[in-house]
Nanobody, 117 residues
Framework: QVQLVESGGGLMQAGGSLRLSCAASGRTLSISLMGWFRQAPGKEREFVAQINWSGSSTYYADSVKGRFTISRDNNKLTVYLQMNSLKPEDTANYYC??????????WGQGTQVTVSS
């Protein structure tokens, strides 16, 4: 099993920055892909960004491309999401997720990000 714990959410004004962290523990060697998803009230959960465990490949949703950066620190078993130029529409609960060669099966509890206009 893998445990994922997010941190770093909070309240920020539009145009500001936040960095989310996701600490992984347990059978982390089984993880091949880590991602961030978000879910706003009344909306479905949507993909934000992902990174392979070696860090050689990243992929972003069009809505965050150029503003958000996903990275990882394998020594700390942590994945980060640097969010710049935040917009009110970025307000959501952000979830970290892990996959082991298939769909995302490991999920964190989420961290709330609120962006005020």
């Amino acid at each position: 099993q893998v445990q994922l714990v997010e941190s770093g959410g909070g309240l920020m004004q539009a145009g500001g920055s936040l960095r989310l962290s996701c600490a992984a523990s347990g059978r982390t060697l089984s993880i091949s892909l880590m991602g961030w998803f978000r879910q706003a009230p009344g909306k479905e959960r949507e993909f934000v960004a992902q990174i392979n465990w070696s860090g050689s490949s990243t992929y972003y949703a069009d809505s965050v491309k150029g503003r958000f950066t996903i990275s990882r620190d394998n020594n700390k078993l942590t994945v980060y999401l640097q969010m710049n130029s935040l917009k009110p529409e970025d307000t959501a609960n952000y979830y970290c997720a892990g996959a082991s060669g298939g769909p995302y099966i490991y999920w964190g509890q989420g961290t709330q990000v609120t962006v005020s206009s």
